[in-house]
């Protein structure tokens, strides 16, 4: 007896002592505002950051810039930015102002490099005037010759203009084979008007859209708000928020294998609304063993939805929750994709919660077979709704962006920031 409540006691003081730690890091942490968007400059970023090799970050801001898509709103079209590292700190250029004209605008998935090193991305929809479209994945380059001045403009070029039937609203990042071919999903339209799972192909400097799935709204899901990813056997992942429009099921996690002349989709995991949490809008990512890592947005054992992992077991993969979240205001839990650093420790944000209500950067570390969280920043007058995905450099350094908050603008919530947290 006295042996067994010496265990008991010794792991109280190993569980207080991981919270301790836990708490020690938090305040830690240093954070900076890299930049604050004014409007002009852009305004709103949905999406998260990309790095590039030199520890240079780009991005995109849904709204902002110095053209008017929906004069009535008098809203900008959205641009793509660049934050050069030098010294000890960063410049801020401006590398392209959607018009709302053929190349749209309201970009709300990340930029990413594709194989040949330039930068690939998706705009929402737009038009001039309120016009609308449907949507364009397009590409960026630099000047051919070297540019010495501060700011200076990337050549865009649309890749392909999506239209109603081919699919609606490009959400997730854009993802490459081994061949430089590009994969990724529409919200809506598509045959069953819920989204497609689309390649595009190049031939002769034309890019040809080949649809692999078409969501229909049923056990196959429907709205995708994520991109998809690969894995070693060039299987495609993702997610989908809603499910059969029920109620029984809020969500799935879903492969897609190559089968004969098409491809075939597998629901890995549906989600119920409980303790697993509900309505998947982030992306997903692999550890080195082949495990998925994912957050759904809502729900939850706290309300405030949930980190999860995926474990293939016998052709089958069991879910396991890793941690749920508090309850915030409006939507909760992380709504863009995880990132995990060498150790295995998983970082996002949430949206909504925090000490302010106004979002959280988190860390959930591995430890005796669970997950301790720990809050890395608070969001309140630096920044409101955290939406974006996470970067960490090589040194440990977060950088993320806010939707809102900063001194501009935009209705006097501020036209958002871009941040570092340092350990």
Not at 24 to 52: E, K, R, S, V, W
Not at 337 to 359: K, Q
Request: proline share 5%; hydrophobic share 35%.
């Amino acid at each position: 007896m006295a042996r067994s409540r010496q265990r008991r006691i010794l792991a109280g003081m190993a569980a207080s002592l991981i919270l301790l730690m836990a708490a020690i890091a938090a305040q830690a942490q240093t954070f900076t505002i890299l930049h604050t968007f004014t409007g002009g400059d852009g305004a709103n970023p949905y999406a998260g950051l990309t790095m590039d090799r030199a520890g240079n970050l780009y991005g995109t801001t849904e709204y902002g810039g110095t053209h008017i898509c929906f004069q009535t709103e008098n809203l900008g079209c959205g641009t793509v930015f660049k934050l050069t590292h030098g010294g000890s700190g960063w410049v801020f250029s401006e590398l392209y102002d959607f018009t709302g004209g053929t190349d749209e605008g309201y970009p709300q998935a990340r930029v990413v490099f594709g194989p040949d090193g330039t930068l690939y991305g998706t705009t929402g929809n737009g038009g001039l005037g309120g016009a609308g479209g449907p949507g364009t994945v397009f590409n960026l380059r630099p000047p051919a010759t070297p540019c010495k001045a501060v700011s200076c403009p990337w050549t865009e070029t649309v890749l392909f203009p999506f239209n109603f039937g081919t699919g609606w609203i490009p959400l997730g990042d854009l993802a490459f084979d081994v061949a430089g071919n590009i994969y990724g999903t529409t919200e809506v339209g598509g045959m069953y008007q819920n989204g497609v799972v689309y390649e595009l192909t190049r031939s002769g400097g034309v890019w040809t859209e080949n649809i692999l799935w078409n969501f229909t709204g049923g056990v196959d899901g429907g709205q995708p708000t994520s991109g998809v990813i690969f894995d070693r056997a060039g299987n495609l992942y993702g997610t989908v928020p809603t499910d059969n429009y029920q109620g029984s099921v809020l969500g799935l996690v879903y492969e897609l294998v190559p089968s004969g002349s098409g491809w075939a989709q597998k629901a890995l995991y549906y989600f119920q609304g409980s303790d697993d949490g509900a309505y998947p809008y982030a992306g997903l990512l692999f550890d080195a063993a082949g495990n998925l890592y994912g957050a759904a947005r809502n729900d939850g054992a706290n309300n405030g939805g949930t980190a999860f992992r995926l474990t293939p077991v016998e052709g089958n993969w069991s879910l396991a929750t890793l941690y749920g979240f508090a309850q915030g205001r409006g939507y909760w839990g992380p709504v863009q994709a995880l990132v995990m650093d060498p150790a295995g420790n998983l970082y996002g944000a949430t949206a909504t919660d925090g000490a302010y209500g106004h979002g959280a950067v988190f860390k959930l570390t591995p430890s005796n077979g669970g997950w301790v969280y720990t809050s890395l920043h608070d969001f309140g007058g630096d920044g409101y709704f955290p939406n974006g995905n996470l970067v960490v450099d090589a040194s440990g350094n977060i950088y993320g962006t806010t939707y809102s908050g900063g001194n501009y603008g935009c209705g006097g919530d501020g036209c958002g920031v871009v941040f570092e947290i340092m350990p």
